[in-house]
């Protein structure tokens, strides 16, 4: 069967009788039991998925005007998102054995559409991290390097979209582990404003940050899933009331664009010499193409990262005090009292990554201590937004590097987390100010790709869509 990189494509094939849903599943489970190395389902709806796929051949043989918007489209989640009567463990043993008892509203909406779901991913615990290394499950490798890391936290997202085990994936995005783990790994990766999608049914990291995104080979996948998952859900008070466009019916462009980009971020010291070639060269060429591209003043660059996790760590620190040890999940089998069950059950439960973010938020939310950190970090966030609003004001949108190089090998940072955190210098202002934000294949470096960024201004997702597009 011919690798599929787009949903028109599949649909056709359908539609022409060469090929079945039913083939197609099969052909997905086989090629996740032949990367199997990699480490990236944690768990195949295999028998279950089979099953929908014929229930959907049946359906379109009877009545080809009966099938939803996505029929033929087969996804992958992450295991953060939620599932009615699935397991779901945010990658982390202090979740082992939990079987949700609803389904988050962005699958919920694609189901609805016929919308087949094959897995569920790995992830690093919590979403916390950018190497997918952070699991219980153990590392997932880089497809096109198996001794890379694949990014993260939604690695193995951007993996089961780069092998060819399914045709998208939904991960989610707290301050870039949607579009880091695409840079890393060679295809899409795109975040939406923040409260575009329902945040009902994701397992929260922080919660005024995380988004729901999709990693795809096609910005026309990327736009019409986007479309069936947004618009205003009662079970959550975040998400937004604006009408939502037909992206996938409006991704022309038709103009020359004004773009911004941060010197400051292309001449960082911390940038890779390939992506900081490559990144100019792409300034270069859209100059050529007749788009307006100017260098704009963006003095908050080195404080993003700090106000970032000051603020991360703090709302973690108060969502992740539910998993107790009491209620679900894991109960640590040595405990013999009520507070050793609370102790031990965490300290067994919680990876050191996770732990060391609890413990970090909860230090920066102590008395004496949360005006100093907490109350400034949110001080800058403000300022951050503002000063990108300010830009949007004259710019449709802000090119910058996804991040400051390639994929590195697996381990080489463990005993360094600053390094880690460092890697989500350039995609963290998106969740920051909560604008919408998209990573595009750029070219390679030392043979592992690498990734360039576009973001646009609050609810732009079309154009932003539709601006991709040209550079694909």
Same mark, same amino acid.
């Given at each position: 069967?011919?690798?599929?990189?787009?949903?028109?494509?599949?649909?056709?094939?359908?539609?022409?009788?060469?090929?079945?849903?039913?083939?197609?599943?099969?052909?997905?489970?086989?090629?996740?039991?032949?990367?199997?190395?990699?480490?990236?389902?944690?768990?195949?709806?295999?028998?279950?998925?089979?099953?929908?796929?014929?229930?959907?051949?049946?359906?379109?043989?009877?009545?080809?005007?009966?099938?939803?918007?996505?029929?033929?489209?087969?996804?992958?989640?992450?295991?953060?998102?939620?599932?009615?009567?699935?397991?779901?463990?945010?990658?982390?043993?202090? %979740?082992?054995?939990?079987?949700?008892?609803?389904?988050?509203?962005?699958?919920?909406?694609?189901?609805?559409?016929?919308?087949?779901?094959?897995?569920?991913?790995?992830?690093?615990?919590?979403?916390?991290?950018?190497?997918?290394?952070? &699991?219980?499950?153990?590392?997932?490798?880089?497809?096109?390097?198996?001794?890379?890391?694949?990014?993260?936290?939604?690695?193995?997202?951007?993996?089961?979209?780069?092998?060819?085990?399914?045709?998208? &994936?939904?991960?989610?995005?707290?301050?870039?582990?949607?579009?880091?783990?695409?840079?890393?790994?060679?295809?899409?990766?795109?975040?939406?404003?923040?409260?575009?999608?329902?945040?009902?049914?994701?397992?929260?990291?922080?919660?005024?940050?995380?988004?729901?995104?999709?990693?795809?080979?096609?910005?026309?996948?990327?736009?019409?899933?986007?479309?069936?998952?947004?618009?205003?859900?009662?079970?959550?008070?975040?998400?937004? &009331?604006?009408?939502?466009?037909?992206?996938?019916?409006?991704?022309?462009?038709?103009?020359?664009?004004?773009?911004?980009?941060?010197?400051?971020?292309?001449?960082?010291? &911390?940038?890779?010499?390939?992506?900081?070639?490559?990144?100019?060269? *792409?300034?270069?060429?859209?100059?050529?193409?007749?788009?307006?591209?100017?260098?704009?003043?963006?003095?908050?660059?080195?404080?993003?990262?700090?106000?970032?996790?000051?603020?991360?760590?703090?709302?973690?620190?108060?969502?992740?005090?539910?998993?107790?040890?009491?209620?679900?999940?894991?109960?640590?089998?040595?405990?013999?009292?009520?507070?050793?069950?609370?102790?031990?059950?965490?300290?067994?439960?919680?990876?050191?990554?996770?732990?060391?973010?609890?413990?970090?938020?909860?230090?920066? %939310?102590?008395?004496?201590?949360?005006?100093?950190?907490?109350?400034?970090?949110?001080?800058?966030?403000?300022?951050?937004?503002?000063?990108?609003?300010?830009?949007?004001?004259?710019?449709?949108?802000?090119?910058?590097?996804?991040?400051?190089?390639?994929?590195?090998?697996?381990?080489?940072?463990?005993?360094?987390?600053?390094?880690?955190? *460092?890697?989500?210098?350039?995609?963290?202002?998106?969740?920051?100010?909560?604008?919408?934000?998209?990573?595009?294949? *750029?070219?390679?470096?030392?043979?592992?790709?690498?990734?360039?960024?576009?973001?646009?201004?609050?609810?732009?997702?079309?154009?932003?869509?539709?601006?991709?597009?040209?550079?694909?």
């Amino acid at each position: 069967m011919p690798r599929y990189n787009k949903l028109t494509t599949i649909q056709e094939d359908l539609a022409n009788g060469l090929i079945t849903c039913e083939h197609l599943v099969e052909y997905y489970l086989d090629r996740i039991n032949a990367t199997k190395d990699l480490n990236v389902y944690i768990e195949v709806f295999e028998e279950e998925a089979l099953a929908q796929a014929k229930a959907l051949d049946a359906k379109y043989k009877n009545d080809p005007t009966s099938v939803g918007k996505l029929f033929g489209m087969v996804i992958s989640i992450k295991d953060v998102l939620c599932y009615k009567d699935h397991l779901v463990t945010a990658g982390a043993k202090i %979740l082992e054995g939990f079987k949700s008892l609803f389904t988050a509203t962005g699958i919920e909406r694609l189901l609805a559409e016929d919308a087949i779901i094959i897995g569920r991913v790995n992830c690093d615990q919590f979403a916390m991290g950018s190497t997918n290394e952070n &699991s219980h499950y153990g590392p997932t490798k880089n497809g096109l390097n198996p001794k890379k890391i694949p990014g993260g936290s939604s690695g193995a997202s951007a993996v089961s979209v780069q092998i060819d085990t399914c045709l998208i &994936s939904l991960g989610t995005d707290t301050g870039g582990s949607v579009r880091q783990p695409a840079a890393f790994c060679g295809i899409l990766g795109f975040k939406p404003t923040y409260g575009r999608v329902s945040r009902y049914g994701l397992l929260a990291y922080g919660s005024s940050f995380d988004q729901i995104g999709v990693l795809a080979n096609s910005i026309e996948d990327i736009a019409l899933t986007l479309e069936l998952m947004a618009g205003r859900d009662e079970f959550d008070s975040t998400s937004s &009331s604006k009408a939502v466009p037909s992206y996938s019916k409006d991704l022309n462009f038709g103009k020359k664009a004004k773009i911004a980009y941060f010197p400051t971020a292309v001449e960082h010291r &911390s940038l890779d010499a390939d992506v900081r070639n490559q990144t100019l060269n *792409l300034i270069k060429q859209l100059e050529i193409d007749g788009h307006t591209v100017e260098g704009v003043d963006f003095d908050y660059l080195d404080y993003i990262i700090p106000a970032y996790y000051v603020l991360t760590t703090a709302e973690a620190s108060s969502n992740l005090s539910r998993f107790d040890g009491i209620r679900y999940g894991y109960r640590s089998p040595n405990a013999t009292n009520l507070e050793e069950t609370y102790t031990m059950s965490r300290t067994e439960g919680f990876s050191t990554e996770v732990k060391r973010r609890i413990m970090l938020g909860t230090f920066v %939310l102590s008395a004496g201590y949360y005006d100093a950190y907490y109350g400034k970090a949110q001080k800058v966030r403000r300022l951050i937004a503002e000063k990108t609003a300010e830009i949007f004001e004259n710019y449709d949108f802000i090119l910058m590097p996804s991040a400051p190089g390639p994929a590195w090998d697996i381990g080489a940072v463990n005993d360094d987390p600053v390094a880690m955190y *460092l890697a989500d210098i350039f995609t963290v202002q998106a969740n920051m100010a909560g604008i919408p934000a998209i990573s595009i294949p *750029l070219g390679e470096s030392g043979g592992m790709p690498i990734g360039v960024q576009l973001m646009a201004n609050k609810f732009e997702e079309g154009k932003l869509l539709a601006f991709s597009k040209e550079l694909v």
